[in-house]
């Protein structure tokens, strides 16, 4: 008769259930207080798109709900003469719409992992995005109490040695106050005057052993490059009952190029920040 499990195969010796939430949380590590759904009304998006051998620049307000679920058992990898890695992660689903008008403007599916202390870069994002993209991003985690310290980051294009006087002129101009050229800046506000009590912060890009793979289309005519993120999960103080609730604010760019830069060597496209900010609450 045939076996069901293979000798010598990686279900030998396991089994792999779903595990109580004390363990599970000791497994997920900084992710654990992911897990749940989280709403917020806050998010922006800045994204430039091709317009023939010009741009149209988008800034937009959207509404964000983010379910986050626990995997579950540790998958194992087999490390042959090292010892096995076993991955801990969150399921995750976002769905953006605009605040404006309903419509729907995002729809993402992936994976939250924790390698645990043996990799250097022990969190990992891999996601699916129906614009044909996949991405693998590694980083770090940190835990601090108090607020997060927020960079001041410029979503400003880099054009050229010789751009047009006036080329960039959309990044300037606050939208129902949220400033284009500084993203970040919607995050600070959202901030300030709040008890914070502790801040975990979540990093991860896919320059240092990740990467993007998208469409042909999408690398023919705005190729994205590079993505960033970075996520703070903040335990808040309510200042009316004292209760303790957790608040999720992230900012990730991904990169797009299109169009020849100015003044640039011959291939040499503009990078075009595309970015999103949000401010989210736990249900």
């Given amino acids: 008769m045939l076996e069901l499990t293979a000798p010598g195969s990686t279900s030998m010796g396991l089994t792999r259930l779903g595990r109580g939430a004390a363990g599970t949380a000791a497994e997920l590590g900084p992710l654990a207080d992911l897990v749940g759904t989280w709403f917020g009304t806050h998010g922006w998006e800045l994204i430039a798109v091709p317009q023939g051998e010009s741009f149209h620049l988008i800034v937009r307000p959207y509404v964000e709900v983010v379910t986050f679920e626990a995997l579950g058992a540790p998958v194992p990898n087999r490390g042959g003469p090292v010892p ?163 608040q999720l604010q992230y900012s990730q760019q991904t990169n797009i190029e299109f169009l020849q830069s100015f003044g640039g060597p011959p291939g040499q496209l503009i990078m075009w920040p595309h970015v999103n900010v949000n401010t989210l609450r736990k249900q």
């Fill in 84 to 246: 096995d890695l076993f991955i801990a992660g969150l399921l995750y689903q976002i769905r953006i719409t605009d605040i404006e008008t309903n419509e729907p403007l995002h729809l993402e599916n992936g994976m939250w992992l924790n390698l645990g202390e043996s990799q250097e870069q022990p969190i990992v994002r891999q996601a699916s995005i129906p614009h044909g993209d996949v991405f693998l991003a590694l980083g770090t985690s940190s835990t601090a109490s108090g607020p997060p310290d927020i960079p001041s980051t410029s979503a400003i294009p880099d054009a050229g040695p010789k751009t047009p006087l006036g080329y960039t002129d959309p990044w300037m101009t606050p939208v129902d106050g949220f400033h284009p050229g500084t993203p970040n800046m919607v995050l600070q506000e959202a901030i300030a005057g709040q008890d914070v009590a502790q801040t975990i912060t979540l990093s991860v890009s896919t320059q240092n052993g990740g990467g993007i793979v998208n469409i042909p289309f999408v690398d023919q005519h705005a190729n994205a490059t590079q993505f960033t993120c970075d996520y703070w999960i903040e335990t808040i103080k309510d200042p009316s009952t004292g209760d303790l609730v957790q």
